[in-house]
């Protein structure tokens, strides 16, 4: 089994900053990608920004620009650095790992995180 553990949110006004953490821990497994999306009230979950472990990043388009995702390998821990924050950036943040399991499972999985509050007041 593979968990995922956030944290970093929290409330900030419009145009300031929050960083999320999210540590991936478990039986022998290695990371392909991790990610972070949201979900607002009355809407539908959407892509945040994503890394694999080589590095390469994805971003989705409304937070181009003002947020910078990292990954920690030897951590297994993703970052979201969120900068200029708008109140539409209000949400439930939840990180998502794909992941090779060679432990008691064993195979590619997808994990999610439990989520955790983004509140930007304007």
């Known amino acids: 089994q593979v968990q995922l553990v956030e944290s970093g949110g929290g409330l900030v006004q419009a145009g300031g900053s929050l960083r999320l953490s999210c540590a991936a821990s478990?039986?022998?497994?290695?990371?392909?990608?991790m990610g972070w999306y949201r979900q607002a009230p009355g809407s539908q979950r959407e892509l945040v920004a994503t890394?694999?472990?080589?590095?390469?990043?994805f971003y989705g388009d409304s937070v181009k620009g003002r947020f910078t995702i990292s990954l920690d390998n030897a951590k297994n821990t993703v970052y979201l650095e969120m900068n200029s924050l708008k109140p539409e950036d209000t949400a439930v943040y939840y990180c998502?790992?794909?992941?090779?399991?060679?432990?008691?499972?064993?195979?590619?999985?997808?994990?999610w995180g439990q989520g955790t509050q983004v509140t930007v007041s304007s």
């Open positions: 478990g039986d022998r497994f290695s990371i392909n990608t």
């Open positions: 998502n790992a794909d992941v090779s399991a060679f432990g008691r499972t064993v195979g590619r999985l997808e994990v």
């Open positions: 890394i694999m472990r080589s590095g390469s990043t």
